[in-house]
């Protein structure tokens, strides 16, 4: 809901627009749910995934190569998730039977950059 909120009513938005749809979702989560990154959640992916976009616009990166940027540092937080133990949610309630597993909801912030990756890389390609 927030990321909506940052952009509300626009028909068009460009990759700064897009960094900060990513900002604002990761501090609703931070706020609404009190996460933070290290407690295995979709924080974990979403964190490091807008500071490598927004630190791709801030060199000029296009829409690519942004989302590339953001696509694998989602990769790498869900990555890190393996090993931690969830602090907050549902999840916690699971302990250690969780712990091995990456995140799905860090999970899910790596395949949605990398669709969007994926599906700007096609257009370009003349898909």
């Known amino acids: 809901m927030h990321a909506g909120k940052s952009i509300d009513k626009r028909d068009h938005i460009d990759v700064g627009d ?3 749809m990513l900002r604002s979702a990761a501090e609703g989560i931070t706020s609404r749910g009190r996460a933070k990154v290290g407690d295995k959640t979709i924080l974990d992916a979403l964190a490091p995934a807008t ?4 630190a791709a616009v801030a060199r000029g990166a296009d829409w690519p190569d942004t989302l590339s940027a953001a696509a694998e540092a989602a990769r790498e937080g869900a990555e890190s998730t393996r090993d931690l133990l969830p602090k907050v949610g549902r999840a916690r309630w699971l302990g250690e039977q969780v712990r091995g597993a ?3 909801g860090a999970t899910f912030v790596q395949f949605f950059l990398e669709a969007c990756r994926d599906a700007f890389e096609a257009i370009a390609e003349g898909e």
């Open 18 to 20: 897009f960094c900060s």
């Open 102 to 104: 990456q995140d799905p």
């Open 51 to 54: 500071e490598s976009a927004e």
